[in-house]
């Protein structure tokens, strides 16, 4: 479900267009990520509100409304600023205390800069998490040890992966932007040198080759992806296709894996989902995706309660005439 709600961010401007333009919303703001589906809106009416965001929701996704009503999350007023607040201080993240979400809030607001329906008081609460996302990260040891997605996700490959394949085995990264960059410079971190890179130009590639000179990194054109990936024993995937690359007609008839190796492991990070769950149905592959990182932040203990306490305080301290 996520997946078809998802906004990319190029579109985020139409989205708080259209929103506003619905009979009792005057302010809205989207944050759409790989990991949470997150619509802000100022309503004139409560009730008619949160119908016509639905009914929106419904009609961009070809979600039916049921459906929707079924899974929807639903936070006003003190509530969901103190929400918004949480997840600008990563404490709502699948990986407590990642930086990256700070930067999307950041992002929401620049790409609303200008655009008619994101106004005074949604534009004044997402300045202010940004605020507090900067204060949390000051004042407390919460990004101490924390990963991001990238980083969880290497972290699950090679968990997957007997200790004796880690410097051995194939790697293929399908993807060159900021996800997938990540994943590189995750993967050089754990000695894991030698990889392809699949990608639509390669001049990303040559600048992320440049940035990491002590890794051996090939580029391959997007046309070669499927040859590429029949020479590989780990597939991670991080672009912005709306389909999916790998399906199970992609991958059964690939070549086995080697190095002792029993099972293809693609490990998808993208929103929507590059590799379709169908592939768990063979038998030589495993896919992961970022639902499944959880196994490996678990383990990630905060004392939440303490920065729970600062986000109220921040969240008392508002000026008058945004959202409270």
């Not at 609303?112 to 008081?121: A, D, L, S, Y």
């Amino acid at each position: 479900m996520r997946e078809k709600l998802a906004v990319p961010e190029t579109e985020w401007p139409r989205a708080i267009g259209e929103l506003c333009g619905l009979n009792h919303i005057e302010e809205a703001a989207v944050l759409s990520t790989c990991n949470r589906m997150e619509i802000y809106v100022v309503a004139l009416s409560r009730h008619r509100g949160i119908k016509e965001v639905t009914e929106w929701m419904s009609k961009t996704s070809g979600i039916p409304v049921s459906e929707i009503c079924q899974h929807r999350f639903l936070l006003y007023d003190k509530d969901a600023t103190q929400h918004i607040f949480e997840v600008s201080a990563g404490l709502d993240s699948l990986v407590l205390g990642e930086g990256q979400i700070l930067a999307q809030v950041k992002q929401v607001v620049k790409v609303g800069q200008g655009v008619v329906g994101f106004g005074r008081n949604i534009s004044g609460l997402f300045k202010h998490a940004i605020t507090v996302g900067k204060r949390v990260r000051t004042e407390t040891n919460i990004a101490a040890g924390a990963v991001s997605v990238s980083s969880a996700a290497v972290e699950l490959a090679l968990m997957k992966l007997p200790l004796a394949s880690h410097a051995s085995a194939r790697l293929l990264i399908i993807g060159a932007g900021k996800m997938g960059k990540l994943v590189i410079k995750h993967l050089v971190a754990k000695g894991c040198t030698k990889m392809v890179v699949v990608n639509r130009t390669e001049d990303r590639v040559a600048a992320i080759h440049e940035e990491m000179k002590d890794a051996e990194i090939t580029y391959q054109p997007l046309s070669r992806m499927l040859e590429c990936a029949a020479e590989a024993d780990v597939v991670f995937t991080s672009t912005a296709s709306d389909t999916p690359l790998f399906l199970k007609e992609h991958v059964m008839n690939l070549p086995s894996v080697g190095g002792g190796l029993d099972l293809r492991l693609f490990v998808d990070i993208s929103v929507p989902r590059n590799v379709g769950a169908c592939v768990n149905d063979l038998e030589t592959a495993r896919v992961y995706n970022v639902d499944d990182l959880k196994e490996v932040v678990a383990a990630n203990n905060v004392k939440q309660w303490k920065l729970r306490r600062l986000l109220q305080r921040n969240r008392n301290s508002l000026k008058p005439g945004v959202i409270r």
